[in-house]
């Protein structure tokens, strides 16, 4: 089974022009963590659910592809999953 690649975006979401928004152009099986709510927009615990949430949503392995914020909140999900893991 190949992964479903899931682009975590920065911290201005998608950008028209920018490599992440190609990248998905380009490969249409791939999906992004949707921006959070301008209400949430800087909310570390709102991003980490809603990739949590991508990822239930994908059936089978994924690779996740994060840009710039978006690795923060990778490694702090990453974090957290392995935590979950230990208890």
């Known amino acids: 089974v ?3 690649v899931v682009v ?3 911290l201005r979401g998608a950008a028209p022009d920018h490599w992440q ?3 998905l152009a ?3 099986e791939a999906v992004r963590v949707p921006f959070p709510a301008e209400a949430d927009w800087h ?3 709102e991003r980490i659910r809603l990739l949590q949430n991508t990822i ?3 059936d089978g392995p994924v690779v996740l592809l994060a840009h ?3 690795v923060l ?4 999900w990453a974090g957290q999953a392995l935590a979950s893991s230990l208890d």
């Open 68 to 70: 710039s914020a978006g």
């Open 21 to 23: 928004e190609l990248y």
């Open 73 to 76: 909140v990778t490694v702090a």
């Open 2 to 4: 190949n992964p479903t």
């Open 26 to 28: 380009e490969h249409p």
């Open 8 to 10: 975590v975006p920065g």
């Open 43 to 45: 909310d570390l615990n």
């Open 56 to 58: 239930d949503d994908v």
